[in-house]
């Protein structure tokens, strides 16, 4: 009885994996043109993993619009197709791999790039630069001691070139029966400085994007507001007072992609235009070509025109790594599915996502600006915060919407293991806690198994930066958090994907113990530092209306978008010195020599000082002596008060960070850097 089912079953098996075999291939990429080949670090042997090479160029990618795994990019079918059916496009990529692949670790790690730069090698090796080649490049040689082959690729259409060697890709423009198809497009701009009169569409410091032109320069088909903030009502800017133009050496000159106002913007206020523009590209294509490409270097052995894959036979894994925008595009590649490649096989078996908050973004919508955001005073009315929020079922009360980010993945079985780690400006400026509670901020959700959450306290979005106040009204944030973090997360993620091998659990603030708190609960809580203004505010996402074909279509029908009652977040609860009390507590937060947020004010010449500075924390460092506490007011002790002696200061540090490194945290090397860097510090001189 046994044994004819065991025969019918093994031969199905045969016929499945036969039809499977003929369909595995280069599949949906046509063809890699790698365009240079050479040496990385000049032949420098990373330990067992040997000397590395760089390889860069293009590939050239057909997407099936009838095939259901692209039945999600928006606006696919528009698209214009070749011969053999398929929408075309083409994107840039760029791999470090060991030379002798066999010496590697078997695994691709494909960091999203942010506005076109490469982020992998800055956080986990140490300097950053969109052109890796030396070995002042590879820093501490962190992913190549491991034998990573590191990969990245174009994706986002709105990156423009320019010579810092960003990554591009070319994505076709969407059409109507051969048609223009033109549509309201909103902008938000805000200018920090005085004395500047006119500003791209979408300017970012990381790069400015290849924004839709209006499709007239006469302003009366368009309308411009301003206000100091989004609280308080709008003001029309009269039309004879603005134009689409740029201030070139005094003069103004036409510009369909520019907003002169002719006042000069008022610093920190809010100007609200409203356009209309035509010819959107295929933004969700990027992501579809994303998925292709690792797909391409995952499994195939080489291209339609017999260029071998460098990659061939020497991938095992494939994990995905982003921060900040690029952590929103992995939750969002996942929430579409697209996990899942054409040929029905996994892309990513792991995912960290750093930094993205409760976020996705504009991505895979007509007209979508993939920079987009909102924070406590800016881009309120992107939705780069739209339900479902949380990688688990949840139910919006309001709108009746129910959802769960990784709901398509789920129902196709490619549910990568995921970690998402926040700062403490996430929770204050972008809606973190929406990422593990329901949208009424009131209870705690249970997490999938596949997820991990960490949060690090007292960080700052992008790490440590200099104690310099900048726009805002405080020092800025110091915490080094980042780098040593997330090195031994991506160790434990691996272990977690290729043996089971559990990682640390998820550690971050919950209502159901009280370390996750509204604003009241945290202005009570937080010490009264002389000089230091408290937030009255932070970020809560508002439920937007873009209309009936946003959800089904990606098309927006509300331009501006109808507001809706905002969703509850919350923010981390504080101890006596302000610092957070959930989350992983670096040794400069556990054993402090002040304290660190996640938040900060712009400063009143910015504009806007009740508002939050974007994305920036605080470094408030404790007086040295009781005399000089009692002088200031602080009523935080001092730092010899907390440590009478060097000997117990670095005593501390040292039982702090091998506590983390036993729990995962910490890798041995960096424990010991830690150490290193308590040790230098010479508040004990006399």
Not at 66 to 91: F, I, M, Q, S
Not at 219 to 237: C, F, G
Not at 540 to 546: A, E, I, N, T, W
Request: proline residues 8%.
């Amino acid at each position: 009885m046994i044994q004819p089912r065991l025969t019918t079953t093994c031969a199905a098996i045969l016929v499945s994996t036969l039809l499977f075999s003929a369909r595995v291939g280069p599949a949906e990429v046509v063809r890699l043109e790698i365009q240079r080949r050479e040496p990385f670090a000049a032949g420098h042997c990373f330990g067992r993993s040997g000397p590395y090479e760089k390889l860069s160029g293009r590939l050239y990618v057909d997407v099936d619009p009838d095939d259901p795994a692209n039945r999600r990019v928006t606006d696919l079918k528009l698209a214009p197709r070749n011969k053999r059916g398929k929408v075309e496009c083409w994107t840039d990529f760029f791999l470090l791999k060991p030379v002798d692949p066999q010496r590697g670790n078997r695994r691709v790690l494909y960091d999203v790039h942010n506005r076109g730069n490469k982020l992998a090698v800055w956080t986990f090796n140490g300097p950053r630069s969109n052109n890796p080649t030396t070995l002042a490049d590879a820093g501490n040689g962190f992913l190549m001691r491991l034998g990573y082959s590191i990969l990245w690729s174009g994706w986002d259409g709105d990156v423009l070139p320019d010579n810092t060697h960003r990554l591009l890709a070319g994505l076709p423009v969407a059409r109507q029966d051969g048609m223009s198809i033109t549509g309201k497009i909103y902008v938000e701009i805000c200018a920090d400085k005085r004395n500047v009169h006119s500003q791209p569409f979408f300017w970012s410091p990381w790069g400015t994007s290849n924004a839709y032109p209006t499709a007239s320069l006469d302003n009366k088909t368009a309308t411009l507001t301003m206000r100091p903030k989004r609280s308080e009502p709008a003001v029309e800017v009269p039309r004879d007072q603005w134009a689409f133009a740029r201030l070139e050496d005094g003069k103004v000159v036409a510009d369909p992609a520019q907003l002169y106002v002719k006042e000069g913007f008022r610093p920190g206020w809010l100007y609200d235009l409203v356009y209309t523009g035509k010819d959107p590209r295929v933004t969700g294509l990027g992501l579809a070509a994303l998925r292709d490409c690792v797909s391409f270097f995952r499994y195939a052995e080489k291209d339609r025109q017999g260029t071998a894959n460098p990659l061939a036979g020497s991938v095992e894994k494939a994990y995905v790594f982003g921060i900040s925008q690029s952590g929103r595009v992995v939750h969002h590649f996942i929430y579409e599915g697209l996990n899942t490649n054409e040929m029905g096989r996994m892309v990513f078996d792991g995912a960290l996502a750093h930094v993205a908050g409760a976020g996705k973004g504009l991505f895979n919508y007509r007209f979508g600006m993939t920079t987009l955001y909102a924070n406590h005073h800016q881009g309120n009315l992107n939705p780069s915060e739209f339900f479902p929020l949380a990688p688990m079922p949840q139910k919006d009360p309001v709108t009746g919407q129910q959802g769960d980010t990784l709901a398509r993945a789920r129902a196709q079985g490619h549910v990568p293991k995921i970690f998402f780690t926040q700062t403490a400006s996430e929770y204050w400026n972008r809606a973190g806690s929406l990422l593990h509670t329901d949208v009424k901020g009131k209870k705690d959700l249970e997490l999938d198994p596949n997820v991990r959450i960490y949060f690090v306290a007292g960080a700052q979005h992008l790490g440590a930066g200099p104690p310099t106040r900048g726009i805002c009204q405080n020092p800025r944030n110091i915490l080094d958090d980042r780098p040593p973090i997330l090195r031994a997360l991506l160790v434990a993620l691996d272990r977690w994907v290729s043996t089971g091998q559990e990682p640390p659990a998820s550690r971050y603030p919950r209502i159901s113990d009280q370390t996750l708190v509204d604003l009241q609960t945290f202005r009570k809580q937080f010490p009264k530092i002389p000089g230091v203004r408290l937030p009255r505010g932070f970020y809560k996402p508002l439920r937007l209306d873009l209309g009936p074909r946003w959800h089904t279509e990606g098309i927006a029908d509300n331009v501006p978008p109808k507001v809706g009652p905002p969703y509850r977040s919350l923010i981390p609860a504080v101890d006596a010195d302000g610092n957070e009390l959930a989350g992983i507590r670096l040794p400069d937060v556990a054993v402090p020599l002040g304290t660190y947020t996640g938040w900060n004010l712009r400063a009143a010449e910015y504009g806007a000082p009740d508002m939050l500075a974007l994305l920036h924390g605080s470094y408030l460092p404790f007086t040295r002596t009781p005399e000089q506490r009692r002088e200031s007011g602080d009523p935080r002790p001092s730092v010899l008060e907390r440590y009478p002696t060097r000997e117990v200061y670095l005593a501390r540090i040292a039982e702090a960070a091998s506590k983390l490194q036993r729990q995962g945290f910490l890798l041995e090397e960096d424990a010991a850097k830690i150490r290193q860097a308590a040790s230098r510090r010479r508040l004990w001189a006399q």
